[in-house]
């Protein structure tokens, strides 16, 4: 295994979070983080997207939204990439800062609004990414202005196909005014409909679905050819626990937070579609319980974002490692028997 060294993170922690969000990118590009070097556990191996995968752990969408350091991430050691939002036509986003870490309560807020140089330059990356090695995912949203979503959303599915191995559906950021209205049954099934891809479609929910919105959504999705359902983006909830100064920033929040409301929403999303959906678990994921604790709700997969901008790439292989320690201890001989058993 061979990681950054560990004095790193403290450093970037004390910058502005967007300015060591793109330093990280950088040293990412240029080859300055390393690489794990230690084969996976066999019993995390498991099957997704058409692909094996050594490990169910991967990046979630956000990080790299416009697929400039695909590579170099695989490299740490993720089961699978997912990279966006990348929307047509290329947008600023919203005006700095807008992005925050809440270091007290081990969360961040982001009001970013899709901001990446359009899909042009997204695609001319992919084209770049290691497929051989790489379990790579696309994440499509639409433009902030102009945006025609029954349009967009197939348009840019079908150009970014040939370059993923499964496109995820984005219609719950908070942050691209009217995105999450998309959500309701009769937005999300003429969106849906104009949808035609060789690859499988997950599409990404919000964790403040009411009862009855998120019933809808999975009503509506297993009457169309999607795969699954990632579950979940940021929240606009701000529980009365947070402690940071920060905690009335508008945005999304996201990170430990997050992890009981999302977990809470994935269980029920499973027990409504069972294995007719796949489904990925993002939300507070900090720790191998927590790992284990999304697999037991339903998700077969897991995505990190908060958790590993806060710990690093040194978070990879202790993750994997102590979940493969919990799955045998709990009687598990897979990945798959994990997945749903807390139901």
Do not use: W
């Amino acid at each position: 295994m061979i990681l950054a060294p560990p004095f790193l993170m403290p450093t970037l922690r004390r910058l502005d979070p967007e300015r060591a969000h793109n330093l990280s990118l950088k040293a990412l590009r240029l080859g300055l983080v390393g690489r794990d070097t230690t084969p996976d556990d066999p019993i995390l191996a498991t099957r997704a997207f058409g692909r094996s995968l050594s490990n169910p752990i991967g990046l979630a969408a956000g990080f790299d939204k416009n697929a400039c350091a695909v590579n170099a991430l695989g490299r740490l050691g993720f089961g699978f990439v997912e990279t966006g939002t990348v929307t047509p036509r290329p947008q600023p986003g919203n005006p700095r800062p807008r992005l925050f870490r809440l270091t007290e309560d081990k969360a961040v807020i982001n009001r970013m609004g899709f901001n990446n140089e359009g899909l042009d330059a997204y695609i001319a990356n992919l084209k770049h990414a290691n497929r051989k090695a790489l379990v790579l995912g696309a994440n499509v949203g639409i433009n902030k202005d102009g945006a025609d979503p029954e349009r967009d959303y197939p348009s840019l599915v079908k150009a970014v196909a040939p370059y993923a191995d499964y496109i995820t559906i984005n219609i719950s950021s908070p942050n691209t005014p009217g995105l999450r209205d998309l959500q309701s049954e009769e937005r999300l099934a003429a969106i849906l409909s104009g949808i035609a891809s060789p690859k499988p479609v997950y599409v990404k929910i919000a964790p403040d679905l009411s009862e009855d919105g998120l019933e809808a959504v999975i009503s509506v999705v297993l009457q169309h050819n999607v795969t699954g359902v990632i579950v979940s983006n940021t929240t606009i909830a701000r529980p009365e626990t947070l402690k940071s100064p920060l905690k009335r920033e508008t945005g999304g929040l996201s990170g430990a937070p997050l992890f009981a409301p999302s977990t809470a929403m994935l269980a029920r999303a499973y027990r409504l579609a069972g294995k007719r959906l796949a489904f990925i678990g993002a939300g507070g994921v900090f720790t191998a319980e927590d790992a284990l604790a999304k697999l037991l709700a339903g998700a077969s997969l897991v995505q990190l974002y908060s958790g590993f901008a806060y710990q690093g790439p040194a978070m990879l292989p202790k993750l994997k490692t102590e979940l493969a320690a919990l799955l045998r201890a709990r009687g598990f001989s897979s990945i798959s028997d994990a997945v749903g058993a807390g139901i």
